[in-house]
């Protein structure tokens, strides 16, 4: 089981995502490069799929988006450190 789990999540405009985590402290996840990449992901970069059909499943465990395609999802271990790998690196 991971060590962090998501309280809450909230899409904005700008492909980003602001995550309350159960710790207390906050995040922004900007999941545009992601995006851009496309491939599985391009129905994220429809505004009606990545602002509203985002939710947190398993407990805290993930970020999903429900698809025309499927469920795209990201683990909290994954998501918890692309959040904090920034603070590292400065």
Do not use: N
């Amino acid at each position: 089981m991971a060590r962090h789990s998501i309280a809450r999540a909230t899409p904005r405009s700008d492909f980003t995502v602001a995550i309350a985590w159960s710790d207390g402290s906050t995040s922004v996840i900007d999941f545009g490069p992601d995006i851009a990449k496309g491939e599985a992901l391009s129905h994220l970069r429809e505004p009606a799929v990545f602002l509203h059909r985002l939710f947190v499943q398993s407990e805290g465990q993930s970020l999903a988006w429900e698809t025309p395609s499927g469920l795209i999802d990201f683990h909290v271990d994954e998501l918890w450190q692309r959040a904090h790998s920034k603070f590292a690196a400065e």
